[in-house]
């Protein structure tokens, strides 16, 4: 499943890291896997706490970036609890499709059951898959959208090329992702806030410092805008772009197949 | 810059507590279930794009109009003649008006004025879960209150206005008055520009003679 690759790849003789540590590609799924199993409960909790409610606000500014219209095929990718999808749900309409995927079932578990109790159920599709290797025909959707997924994948050159070969040609890709802030002030206090406030808030409302540590450590290890937009390039993206968002905490990619 | 996902949010929030606080309110929206909706405010050109599903309206404020078939219908509407959409009857005067389009299905518009006449909102339905019967009834009570004292003094200033516009008018000087003034003042010009013309002359004059 993860291979070596060079250039912008995030696995380098076999290695790659988790957080801050070093592991063996091939470990890093698993260990991932075991931190959302880990939250998966608790997540959109977690979700508002930590980004006072912002995370809502982010996600509405990729839906109107997305350019979803009714009958359109959507695939949201990591799609966790389902808040994009409950989006597109309601702006494909029943002529539309939005497959709902993530890698894990604990993750689609709370997804499915959350978009059920909204009465989403017309034109989802559950879909367990790993971003690196998507089940899915070749130009199959309109619009690939990744909310903070990205981060936790193994082989980050792999998913973009497995997103890119399941869009149709003209169909967009959305990658919101934690990213780097643009003013070193704000830089210095998301450190603080990232280090020493978010694993102990963590412990107290899910009980788990460890998983909100190591949330902390993936946002530093991610690719910067620029090399994001650069491997986005590297996998065949065209006319790809970032805006970033509360002062650069958060980007959202935007790239096209054409 | 997320002002408007902001608004969305807040607006989307908001309408789905009002709904869900009466069940009847939240039935009369079940027939859009499943359709969307674009209203375009005129001369803004300010959109506001419903979803509606079962259980939820979605609310979003995309930065541009949507393209007609990115939802079922369209209407672009007057601020002016937003209230009236409400009522049915009254569409085909708003589109001889000038004041209403509509792009594609129009049962959708006609299945949410119909919803709109069905929900009634009152302030004691949404603040007494939140508040308690009596402190609800002491704040509206407030409210009203600070809210007449208001409209007087609006009221008070509207009236001192327009008797000040009417007795400043007469200070003002009528247009022929004006007008006379300036012809005079045009008068007083040429004759100086003929006074200095000969002046200039009457030195030449004195210096062509030596003196």
Redesign the interface.
């Known amino acids: 499943m993860s291979q070596d690759t060079t250039s912008n790849s995030d696995v380098t003789d076999g290695k790659t890291h988790f957080g801050f540590q070093t592991v063996a590609a091939e470990q890093k799924e698993a260990m991932v896997a075991k931190v959302f199993d880990s939250v998966a409960a608790k997540y959109d909790i977690m979700n508002d706490v930590m980004s006072l409610g ?1 995370h ?3 996600k ?2 990729t ?2 970036m997305a350019g ?3 009958g359109m095929q959507v695939l949201d990718l990591a799609g966790g609890t389902g808040d994009l999808t ?2 597109f ?3 494909v ?2 002529t539309g499709k939005v497959v709902l995927s993530d890698i894990n079932p604990s993750m689609l578990e709370v997804g499915k059951d959350k978009l059920r109790d ?3 159920v ?1 034109n989802i599709e559950y879909v367990e898959a790993n971003a690196e290797d998507l089940p899915f025909a070749d130009d199959q959707f309109d619009i690939v959208t990744m909310a903070f997924g990205l981060r936790n994948v193994t082989n980050k050159d792999n998913a973009l090329a497995s997103i890119y070969r399941v869009l149709k040609p003209g169909g967009r890709l959305l990658v919101l992702e934690f990213s780097k802030p643009i003013h070193s002030g704000l830089a210095k206090v998301y450190d603080a806030y990232s280090f020493h406030l978010l694993p102990k808030m963590g412990e107290l409302v899910a009980n788990d410092a460890e998983s909100y540590q190591y949330l902390a450590e993936s946002i530093r290890m991610h690719p910067d805008q620029e090399t994001l937009a650069q491997m986005m390039r590297e996998a065949g993206f065209d006319s790809v772009d970032y805006t970033n ?2 002062g650069g905490i958060v980007a959202l990619h935007k790239g096209f197949k054409f | ?2 002002w ?3 608004l ?2 807040c607006l989307s929030l908001g309408t789905n507590h009002v709904l869900n606080l009466e069940p009847e309110q939240r039935i009369a929206f079940s027939a859009l279930s ?3 909706l674009q209203v375009v405010l005129l001369p803004v050109e300010f959109p506001i794009a419903l ?6 309206i ?1 609310i ?4 541009e109009p ?2 007609d ?4 219908c369209t209407v672009k509407v007057a601020l002016s003649a937003l209230d009236k959409i409400r009522d049915t009857s009254q569409l085909t005067a708003l589109i001889k008006a000038d004041k209403l389009d509509i792009q594609g299905d129009l049962s959708v518009l006609q299945k949410l004025s119909s919803a709109m006449q069905q929900v009634s909102f009152s302030w004691e339905s949404l603040l007494i879960p939140l508040l308690g019967e009596s402190f609800t009834a002491q704040l509206l009570n407030f409210h009203e209150a600070r809210f007449a004292e208001f409209k007087q003094s609006v009221e008070a200033v509207q009236i001192t206005l327009a008797e000040g516009l009417v007795e400043e008018k007469k200070l003002i000087a009528p247009a022929i008055f004006v007008a006379d003034y300036c012809d005079e003042v045009s008068q007083l010009r040429v004759d100086t520009d003929r006074f200095q013309a000969r002046l200039k002359r009457f030195e030449q004059q004195r210096e062509t003679n030596g003196e």
Do not use: H, N
């Open positions: 912002i809502r606000l982010w509405r500014y839906i109107d979803a219209r009714k409950a989006k749900s309601r702006i309409g029943p909204q009465g989403l017309q968002l509360s | 810059m997320l408007r996902q902001c969305a949010e499943g359709t969307s979803y509606f599903s079962d259980k939820a979605d979003q404020l995309p930065p949507l393209v078939d990115a939802v079922d």
